[in-house]
């Protein structure tokens, strides 16, 4: 069985593109929905997943993270991730879309929403201290309660969810983005926006420095900076992923994977995926498909 692909209901929020959804909410509703949360799923938006109470596991991008009560655990647009409802932990779900990060990133202070989930330590779970928590459950449950209104004002629900992030940001272990000024953020971003959109035709990091309107080696050193990875080893970390999503996904031979990705033949993917993984794009597909 293929993954389904998830899209964010614009309707049902009123276009303003975040929704809050109640854990309990998505039990009982499991079985109207047009997939199933346990098992995996490619999701167009962001969510912040807050456990108020519980423990488990949640599963993004071929990993399992654990988690415990007091958890945010943070999934970025086009993630593949499901749920851990063996426990029937209790918390809060926020949906929200990249028209709303762009919106609240013109209307006021907010942390850039980078791809930090290309990064070798990436770590989409973080449970803070308790000083933190209680103001992050305070803001969260005040964001819940503008959404409920009828009327809610996207405002108001924009400058809480700023505080959230910069609250969390601020107590989180110092990312490699932070170390970015706001030009070099400016550059990273695009260059990530440009990798997603052009990775099946070109894995040159030249290409993209030029796009950019920088060097190679400002590129490389952008690069180390916010993920500690090299430009060239960002593609291929993009490109890897993106292979195994699709595999997955799609349910595509290696074959026919190879041509969409721009390879000239599927033997050199066989090993260019093998060189990443340790594993054939088939033996990975079995691994990992949903029965």
């Known amino acids: ?13 009123a276009n303003r593109e ?14 109207r929905l047009n997939h199933t949360p346990t098992l995996p799923h490619r999701v167009n ?17 071929f990993v399992n993270y654990p988690y415990q009560s007091g958890a945010f655990i943070s999934v970025q647009k086009n993630q593949v991730h499901a749920f851990d409802f063996s426990h029937r932990p209790k ?35 973080f449970t803070p201290d308790s000083e933190v928590l209680s103001s992050s459950q ?27 992030s910069l609250i969390l940001r601020r107590a989180m272990p110092e990312s490699h983005h932070d170390r970015l000024n706001k030009e070099q953020l400016s550059k990273f971003s695009h260059f990530i926006e440009l990798l997603e959109k052009n990775f099946q035709r070109t894995r040159d ?20 900076l ?42 050199n993917f066989v090993k260019y995926f093998k060189k990443h993984t340790l594993l054939t794009p088939s033996r990975f597909q079995k691994q990992y498909s949903v029965k």
């Open 18 to 31: 975040i929704e809050a959804i109640d854990l309990e909410e998505i039990y009982q509703r499991t079985h």
């Open 138 to 164: 305070s803001i969260l449950a005040e964001i819940v309660k503008e959404l409920s209104y009828q009327n809610a004002d996207p405002l108001i629900a924009m400058f809480l969810f700023s505080s959230l």
């Open 226 to 267: 916010a993920t500690n990875q090299t430009a060239k080893q960002l593609i291929d970390a993009y490109t890897i992923l993106e292979a195994k999503r699709r595999l997955v996904l799609d349910g595509l031979p290696t074959q026919q994977l190879a041509y969409d990705l721009g390879f000239e033949d599927a033997s």
């Open 1 to 13: 069985m293929n993954i389904p692909e998830v899209g964010f209901n614009h309707a049902k929020t």
């Open 45 to 61: 938006f962001y969510l912040l997943i807050h456990i108020e109470e519980g423990e488990g596991s949640h599963f993004i991008d």
């Open 91 to 125: 918390g809060k779900v926020l949906l929200f879309t990249q028209t709303f990060i762009d919106q609240a990133l013109a209307n006021m202070r907010l942390p850039e929403f980078t791809p930090i989930h290309l990064e070798h330590a990436y770590q989409p779970v």
């Open 205 to 224: 990091a030249t290409y993209y420095a030029e796009q950019i309107h920088t060097t190679y080696k400002t590129l490389n050193q952008i690069s180390k």
